[in-house]
């Protein structure tokens, strides 16, 4: 399982955990909810291509309890 940080503008500080080929966000209301929103950030062509950071699973958890 890999977490990231993203870093651009609209979706700053949204964690994402991608497992398997899947992708989920973290909603504060609903938990971790399927998203197709780290394909943008993967496409060279993309303007917030690379906007990510990677990070453990502990420091994903511990920006989670910080929302």
Do not use: H
């Not at 609209?10 to 994402?16: A, E, M, Q, S, W």
């Not at 929103?37 to 511990?62: I, K, R, T, W």
């Amino acid at each position: 399982m890999t977490y990231y940080k993203l870093n651009d503008y609209d979706n700053r500080g949204t964690v994402v955990k991608s497992e398997e080929g899947k992708s989920f966000k973290y909603d504060k209301s609903r938990g971790w909810v399927r998203t197709g929103l780290m394909s943008q950030y993967m496409f060279p062509e993309s303007p917030v291509y690379g906007s990510y950071d990677e990070v453990s699973e502990a420091e994903a958890n511990n920006l989670i309890a910080a929302m």
